[in-house]
């Protein structure tokens, strides 16, 4: 038998071409892969409205001003954020009106302790963030660019119109990161304000002075996730920096707008009673002792979710040195019942406001003053 | 055709080969505790199991395929033997060590790249040395079938010893010293002259390993204070105190902490207040975590309860506080301990709900209680109006389209086996099944609550309303309404495919997208590509005239065939018998023991040619549509080892008949081995993570017979060049 013309009667050149012809129709297998894989890349009804805070640069790049990254961009470049282009030498937001999540949660969710008890907030946020939190308990949105979501077309106009719809004196920027869409943000503040409707901010504070200043003038509260009192845990577990947040806080209690800071407290990490009394001691110094402080129970997340929960004496310990160091409104948060959950009058310590969870069981205070001592209770009470 | 005349051999053939024995033996030991002490560090899952397992194959190729290039001295092989125990020692402190080397904290997620780089790198470390240990046996021996049978005797041997023996009794850090230091008896034995040295060595260093393997455990947890740790059966349990909280982790997943009743809640009471309250609850897990002291809430409960892990329950008793072990004691509660899917099976008893509360489907033990043939069999068991209920993982402010479609996938299985199901959204989702309507309306579930006069903490009405507001329930349907809903079976575990994607999402990286696009590629090109490839491969001939290219390629399908046929065999078996520790170890001892049963019998062969070997070949094509054509039916128990004993058993016979073909087979004995290695990794690296789920057992096997009648068709067309 000749050894070149095996007994198939197949021949090189035949294998060949008809392994190429087998190989183009396979072909479209892969091609759909590569293209499944990049679908991502598709831009999908993003916004293309001018950011304000930001200044040119030669040759069609821009910084940014909007918070402290201060991100230097070229043409076609995002920041940090994700949610803010680079087109041609003028910056973009990208979510303007692009909400990713409606909801409506209780105002003691946020948490806002001093504003408006029992109501309903509608929430409202879009995709992206300036920092990256390891617990992030929205990071389905904040670390997704806004190609990543499903965002719906949710203008200024229709979110103060949503928020009477449902009966909600206040809307909630939160979730993700309203730093990020910030000319969202303060457009539907200026629209709200017009109807009546309060407008709260959630944010973790890393925005620059003249921004926050502005935003002072539209909205009535903010809250602050002060996420821990050493540089060293902000740049290993939140990619930020703390002093641009504490600068944030000085800006805000003295503008007067309302304020209340958040401490989540995580196992190990942030718990340290000297670095929390530090903190205290900065903020009665800073801020003043009317500030409400909340201590709140982590919930293993995202990328620490095997991290175990604090533990509830660690938050009472904690709450326990703030109180002693004099500031007059501490509480814990999450966890349902717990005496931190409720407001105290600070000079003759009459219960005030009786919390459980997001119930509030009794509500005695009038007209912003204790009952029983008429000390004034700070907050926005109606 | 060339043939190999072992008239002379016959009596050499046999002969007791104890370098190979003890290769064998401690490939095995070390892969079992490999892989235990692996899945104790990252996130388990089929996914990352399949990177291990196809690290080991791969770097077990590569060894072999180097030693037979490079040719080592001979003398190395002591020395080679002795290095993998050690080299394994210092595999688990690199574990352990791995988060300080990552700045990651003690239960800190990680991807599935740094995983695979983990699961690559430290089986190199051991399966190297032992892929070209191999070689330098056979040439010592001077047959590598030889070799391939003793070493399939001494693994079935080393297997049986160290699932039967060792894991049991102690820890997996403690089992490898002993296991080393039994190879060290093994290498004193088998080796003379200064070669006993390497034995001291071995010995000393697995005592020191010994002695620091508590400290590195406490280590890899600190800040956070272990109290206890215990290598069981079914992984590593983890005690950690957090103040006045007690935490009980398995294999690094939090399975509770203690006090905090807020999973328990709602793993309860979403289920119990739809028809305001149960007489008789089966609760499958979970209940150590609070679930049973909930259950117990309601007047005139009753409770059977499982859990599968008896370190679970040993460990609870000895930690929790007295309230909760209340719980566990009172006379309501019967403990069941076993497999939860097989309880209820076995069992006639009618419940009024039953209850889940278990890790997310992410592997094929755990997936079995997310499938439409378990949720038929719970629907069997309960009475009229009776509630399934679950919970998984979900995220409270945004679904995106990975977690959609793995939510929407739950339920429509759910909806496979109920006329009525609903769904809680919220941080975790929590899913409820019945033949009655159900209700998720917080007015009517607060009055329920009211009426028994229950005390929650987390699930008070405030929260509830929160939880179920209408825009938050509007929000979930339309996510569960967009995703990609599919039907997770037994056959077809869609389920964790999907944790895998949504592990991967966490992490942004190349990973989510690969899967993500992988899963969204239509189906049959995931079977045809592949298939395809690997069939235009055989067809060879026409390129690669050479006789050894054609049996090293059919030496790589028969190891891409006996690995995955073996995977899906032991993925069937626990589907349908559970995961019952005691019966897996003889599971995995049949197959090699039939792989050394395979190779005795090659090695008897009068005629080790190129019709044995395509006889052989269309065995294993019969066997494989055998496997295939009766998966419709539930085979009895003892089929199973069977069915391993003969894909081993032609495994090791083909290796012997391939070997033989081979002529460069004398100059590089280990190049047979490692294309059966190489087809072997093949298979391992993507079947159980991403073919079966995404294909199902019925369409591989399909595809298996499909490439082997290629494989037999490219042996018969070629057989003249044989």
Redesign the interface.
């Known amino acids: 038998?000749d050894?070149r013309r095996?007994?198939?009667g197949?021949?090189?050149r035949r294998?060949l071409r008809t392994?190429a012809g087998?190989g183009a129709a396979?072909a479209s297998?892969?091609a759909?892969?590569?293209q499944?894989?990049?679908?991502?890349q598709a831009t999908a009804n993003l916004s293309h409205v001018e950011a304000r805070y930001y200044r040119k640069l030669p040759d069609r790049e821009i910084e940014c001003q909007l918070c402290p990254r201060k991100c230097r961009l070229g043409d076609k470049e995002r920041g940090y954020c994700g949610v803010r282009e680079n087109d041609g030498g003028r910056y973009y937001t990208l979510v303007y009106g692009k909400a990713?999540?409606?909801?409506?949660?209780?105002i003691e969710?946020k948490p806002f302790f001093h504003v408006l008890p029992g109501t309903a907030a509608l929430s409202v946020?879009t995709a992206g963030c300036n920092v990256s939190c390891?617990f992030c308990?929205?990071?389905?949105?904040s670390?997704?660019r806004p190609e990543?979501?499903?965002h719906v077309d949710f203008p200024p106009r229709d979110v103060a119109a949503a928020a009477e719809a449902?009966r909600c004196p206040s809307i909630a920027f939160t979730?993700s990161e309203p730093t990020v869409f910030y000319e969202y943000m303060f457009d539907t503040a200026v629209e709200a304000g017009r109807r009546g409707v309060r407008s709260l901010v959630v944010s973790g504070g890393h925005i620059n002075p003249e921004p926050l200043e502005a935003l002072t003038k539209v909205v009535d509260a903010i809250k602050i996730d002060l996420k821990a009192f050493t540089p060293e845990f902000y740049k290993?577990w939140v990619k930020g920096d703390l002093a641009p947040v504490l600068e944030a806080i000085k800006l805000i209690a003295r503008r007067k707008t309302w304020l209340e800071i958040v401490y989540l407290v995580i196992?190990?990490?942030n718990d340290d009673p000297d670095d929390v009394r530090r903190m205290v001691r900065w903020i009665l110094k800073e801020v003043g002792p009317a500030v409400p402080l909340h201590f709140t129970r982590f919930?293993?997340?995202?990328?620490?979710?095997?991290?175990?929960?604090?533990?509830?004496?660690?938050l009472r310990a904690l709450r326990k040195i703030a109180l002693e160091e004099g500031l007059a409104y501490v509480y814990t948060g999450n966890i349902?019942?717990d005496e931190g959950e409720n407001t105290w009058c600070p000079s003759c310590k009459t219960l005030l406001i009786r919390r459980?969870?997001?119930?509030i069981e009794a509500n005695a205070i009038k007209g912003g003053m204790c009952p029983s001592c008429r000390t004034p209770v700070p907050g926005i009470w109606a | 055709m060339p043939e190999l005349s072992n008239a002379g051999s016959r009596n050499l053939g046999l002969r007791f080969a104890p370098p190979a024995f003890l290769l064998g033996a401690l490939a095995a030991a070390m892969q079992i505790l490999l892989l235990r002490e692996f899945a104790a560090h990252f996130p388990a899952s089929e996914l990352t199991l399949g990177f291990v397992l196809a690290g080991w194959l791969f770097w077990g190729a590569i060894g072999s395929a180097a030693a037979s290039r490079f040719r080592p001295a001979e003398a190395a092989l002591p020395r080679l033997l002795a290095a993998v125990p050690v080299l394994a020692a210092a595999a688990f402190l690199a574990l352990r060590g791995a988060r300080f080397a990552l700045?990651l904290?003690?239960?800190?997620?990680t991807g599935a790249g740094t995983a695979a780089l983990f699961a690559f790198g430290l089986t190199a470390a051991v399966s190297l040395p032992l892929g070209a240990a191999f070689v330098l046996a056979a040439r010592r021996e001077g047959s590598a079938s030889r070799v391939y049978l003793w070493e399939a005797a001494g693994a079935a041997a080393g297997g049986i010893a160290t699932a039967a023996a060792l894991v049991p009794w102690m820890s997996n850090g403690r089992a490898l010293a002993v296991a080393g230091a039994a190879a060290a008896a093994g290498l004193h034995a088998a080796f003379s002259g200064r070669r006993k040295r390497a034995a001291a060595i071995v010995v000393l260093a697995m005592l020191a390993f010994a002695l620091v393997d508590g400290p590195s455990l406490r280590l890899y947890w600190r800040?956070?204070e272990l109290v206890r740790t215990s290598d069981g059966l079914y992984g590593r349990i983890s005690v950690?105190r957090?103040?006045?909280?007690i935490?009980l982790?398995a294999d690094?997943?939090?399975l509770y902490?203690c006090?905090?009743r807020?999973g328990a809640e709602e793993a309860v009471h979403f289920a119990l207040l739809q028809r305001g309250g149960a007489r008789r609850v089966l609760l499958i897990g979970g209940g150590i975590g609070g679930g049973l002291g909930e259950i117990l809430k309601y007047p005139g409960v009753e409770v059977d309860y499982v859990e599968l892990d008896p370190e679970v329950l040993r460990l609870s008793e000895e930690f929790l506080p007295a309230p909760e072990r209340a719980a566990l004691r009172d006379v309501r509660v019967r403990t069941h301990l076993g497999d939860g899917r097989a309880f209820l099976e076995s069992s006639r008893a009618v419940y009024d709900a039953v209850l889940l509360d278990l890790p997310e489907p992410a592997t094929a033990p755990v997936n079995r209680f997310y499938t439409v043939e378990f949720f038929r069999s719970a629907a069997a068991h309960l009475a009229e109006g009776g509630v399934l209920s679950f919970r998984v993982?979900a995220?409270?402010?945004?679904?995106?389209?990975e977690?959609a479609a793995f939510l929407a996938t739950m339920r429509a299985t759910l909806a496979a086996a109920f006329p009525e199901t609903a769904v809680v959204p919220g941080?975790t989702a929590v899913f409820l099944a019945s033949t009655a309507p159900l209700t998720l309306d917080p007015g009517i579930l607060d009055g329920r609550m009211a009426d028994i006069g229950l005390r929650v903490?987390?699930t008070?009405?405030?929260?509830i309303?929160?939880r179920l507001?209408p825009?938050?329930r509007e929000?979930l349907a339309r996510a569960l309404a967009?995703g990609r809903a599919e039907i997770n079976t037994d056959f077809r575990p869609v389920s964790y495919y999907f944790q895998s994607v949504l592990w991967s999402s966490?992490f942004?990286g190349g990973a989510a997208?690969?899967l993500?696009?992988?899963g969204?590629?239509?189906r049959p090109?995931l079977l045809?590509?592949p298939l395809?490839l690997v069939v235009?491969l055989l067809?060879a001939?026409?390129?690669r005239?050479r006789a050894p290219a054609r049996i090293l390629s059919a030496a790589a399908l028969m190891g891409l065939t006996t690995m995955s046929a073996e995977l899906l065999v032991l993925i069937r078996f626990q589907t349908l018998y559970g995961v019952v520790y005691g019966r897996l170890a003889p599971l995995l001892a049949a197959f090699m023991i039939g792989l050394a049963a395979g190779a005795f019998r090659g090695e008897r062969r009068s005629r080790r040619g190129a019709a044995a070997l395509i006889g052989l070949q269309a065995t294993l094509l019969g066997l494989v549509l055998v496997l295939g054509f009766t998966l419709a039916v539930r085979p009895p128990a003892a089929a199973f080892p069977s069915a391993l004993f003969l894909l081993g058993f032609l495994g090791g016979d083909f290796f012997i008949v391939a070997a033989a073909l081979v002529p460069a087979a004398a100059a590089r004995p280990g190049s047979v081995y490692a294309a059966d290695l190489a087809g072997s990794c093949v298979g391992a690296v993507a079947l159980s993570a991403i073919l079966l789920p995404l294909a199902g057992l019925p369409a591989l096997f399909a595809g298996l017979s499909v490439l082997n009648a290629a494989g037999l068709l490219a042996l018969v067309?070629?057989r003249?060049r044989l």
Not at chain 1, 137 to 141: K, R, S, T, V
Not at chain 2, 105 to 109: S, T
Request: with cysteine; net charge positive; charged share 15%.
């Open positions: 038998m050894a095996p007994l198939t197949m021949n090189r294998f392994a087998t396979l297998g892969p759909a892969l590569f499944n894989l990049y679908a991502f990713c999540t409606r909801a409506v949660d209780p969710k946020a390891k308990q929205n990071w389905e949105i670390q997704s990543q979501v499903t449902n979730y290993t196992p190990t990490l919930m293993p997340m995202y990328l620490v979710k095997n991290l175990p929960p604090t533990p509830i004496s660690t349902p019942g459980n969870g997001f119930a | 700045g904290q003690p239960g800190e997620l800040p956070f950690l957090t103040e006045e909280q935490n982790y690094g997943f939090r902490s006090p905090d807020s993982p995220a409270e402010n945004y679904i995106g389209p977690l941080d903490t987390y008070q009405p405030a929260q309303a929160a507001h825009l938050r929000a967009s966490a942004r997208r690969i993500a696009a992988l969204s590629l239509p090109w045809v590509l395809a235009l067809a001939p026409v390129l005239p067309v070629g003249k």
